[in-house]
């Protein structure tokens, strides 16, 4: 029994129609929101994944580009001189010297502190030679 009309309800009163069109096509909108939404934030996500694989912000990417284009036209290549390779740039992103290191560092407070004063990043050194592997000494500021 409604305790507002006091009248007894049943379950057809009370549940939709489920062959009423009007719902049929609130879930075929609701459906293309999220799939669109799915692949917007998939969208994002790779391309934050290349960002801190190459060592770039947004607008670093920006000027990086139109300077890429320009030596290109030189027949020069261009490098970015904060890229130090796809590990150590997730290393200096997460925070790692190793990668166990991660369970404890990013998935439960820490107190560790960052690897360099926010100004001042490490640098490829590009004067040694491209076959040396290359090893990134990191100090507590």
Do not use: C
Request: no cysteine.
């Amino acid at each position: 029994m409604d305790l507002l009309s006091g009248r007894n309800l049943n379950e057809v009163n009370v549940l939709p129609n489920v062959t009423n069109p009007s719902l049929y096509y609130t879930f075929l909108f609701l459906f293309i929101v999220a799939v669109t939404a799915t692949g917007a934030l998939l969208g994002f996500t790779l391309w934050h994944f290349w960002l801190i694989s190459n060592a770039e912000t947004t607008i670093e990417f920006h000027t990086n580009s139109t300077e890429r284009k320009r030596l290109k036209r030189l027949k020069e290549i261009f490098i970015n001189p904060y890229d130090l390779g796809f590990i150590l740039n997730w290393k200096m992103f997460l925070g790692l010297n190793k990668w166990y290191e991660i369970f404890y560092r990013n998935f439960l407070p820490s107190t560790h502190r960052p690897f360099s004063d926010g100004i001042n990043w490490p640098m490829n050194n590009l004067t040694k030679s491209i076959g040396k592997k290359k090893k990134l000494m990191i100090m507590n500021v």
